[in-house]
């Protein structure tokens, strides 16, 4: 009988356990706004809005938590296997192969370069080499330079600086520390906008939109590989993307 009672528990137990939303964390980039930042300790924006509506469509087989991470951290955790997912990384076949498979699409983002007045980027592979290089602000981990800026770094004709995140490379611009900044261009103006009362004369026309970099889709990037680690890998990738779906259409045609 006692035996009959702790197989019963067990059985019990295990089906209790199985019937349990299983738990997924995804890494956020904590300082990208409007798409994903953190303000007041509580992550927000445009990209953790998204993926929690769509996470509500799957909450009885999977409970999300998004937890929030400076960017370079986040493709490092996932770049030595220590994370299942991190977004919103653009795609990057060749540079993060440890990145596979990405989710649907969760915006279009333009890449701009904002310069300093007098600075122009156009047809910078031509730029005479005699010339001092342009200084050219990042944020950390970003992989944003198209083919002819890849190019011109390769021979001096502009020095990249990684800084902290938009905040920091704004000031920079703003203070003639770097000649141009390359980011998404919402993220940029709204970086400009929340800081025009701490750096006075500071406006969008302060600078140059100087030329379009790429414009690339953002999504949630999983780790490649480790499906023994993460055996629900492949059915929560199938499950979020068609909630990811039907959120963003209801986002499209209200």
Known sequence: MVRWLLWLSIFTSSIVRAASPVPVTILADDSYPPYSYVQDGKLVGIYPTLILEAAKLIKEEYRVE????????GVAALEQGEAFALMPPYIHLDTRPYIWPYSVALKQEEVVAFCNPGITLQNITQRDSE?????IGLNAGFLILDDALK??????RIIVWENKNTRANIIKLFK?????????RLSTLIGISDLQGQL???S???FVEDRI????????GYLKGYEGKYPYKA?????????????LQKATHP
Request: aromatic fraction near 6%.
């Open 66 to 73: 998004l937890r929030p991470i400076p960017w370079k951290r």
């Open 131 to 135: 010339l001092a290089p342009i200084n």
């Open 151 to 156: 190019e011109a770094r390769k021979t001096g």
């Open 176 to 184: 003639k520390r770097v000649d141009c900044y390359i980011n998404d």
């Open 200 to 202: 006075p004369g500071l």
């Open 204 to 206: 969008a026309q302060s």
């Open 213 to 220: 970099v790429l414009s690339r889709s953002a999504h949630i």
């Open 235 to 247: 059915d929560f990738i199938a499950k979020m993307d068609e909630a990811l779906n039907t959120v």
